[in-house]
């Protein structure tokens, strides 16, 4: 039950921010930091953002946001992928040979289908020290996605978001 309360709060944080316009408030190499203030929050939520869009195309592949939970403190991954995604057989995370790690799909909202975890100390540790991450979620004829997410500016990006 706590999972599950924790995984709707990191989906209403993130999709509060993916229905507006955020306050783009700087990059460090591939990621970038995001700010807006929610209405029902009153205080200002910063994540970090990085967006892989089809070659040739502005149609977004995949949308990865890091943030901390607001009460807690937790770090926490969403992760948006197009619609029309099998669903059932969720999201995978691998950070460069490492262990995969599966995610459930929660949702999916008018720009795609979402997928949360909080994260692991080892997970951001891997993060920080790692080049790239790999997203694989499956199209709607069972073919896998990969979908490789630069870790450049990694470490940065999320210190500047850490809590106080």
């Known amino acids: 039950m706590r ?3 924790i995984v709707f709060a990191i989906f209403l944080s993130a999709s509060t921010l993916l229905h507006c316009e955020p306050l783009v408030r700087g990059t460090h190499k591939d990621w970038s930091v995001v700010c807006d203030v ?6 200002e939520v910063c ?3 990085q967006q892989r869009n089809l070659r040739d195309s502005e149609q977004p592949i995949i949308r990865v946001e890091i943030g901390y939970a607001i009460q807690t403190g937790a770090p ?16 995978s995370m ?3 040979n490492g262990e995969t790690t599966q995610l459930d799909y929660g949702s999916c909202i008018p720009k795609g ?3 949360g975890a909080g994260l692991t100390d080892i997970q951001i540790t891997s993060m920080k020290t790692g080049k790239e991450a ?5 199209d709607n004829h069972s073919r ?12 940065a990006a999320l210190r500047s978001i850490a809590p106080q």
């Not at 929610?38 to 205080?43: E, I, K, M, N, W």
């Not at 926490?76 to 999201?91: E, K, N, Q, R, Y």
């Open 3 to 5: 999972i599950q309360v």
């Open 38 to 43: 929610p209405s029902q929050l009153q205080t």
């Open 47 to 49: 994540l970090i953002v």
């Open 76 to 91: 926490f991954a969403v992760i948006t992928t197009p619609l029309g995604v099998a669903l059932a057989a969720g999201l």
């Open 94 to 96: 691998r950070i460069d």
């Open 113 to 115: 289908c979402v997928a």
């Open 134 to 138: 790999q997203f694989t979620f499956k």
């Open 144 to 155: 896998d996605i990969v979908v490789p997410v630069s870790l450049k500016g990694f470490t």
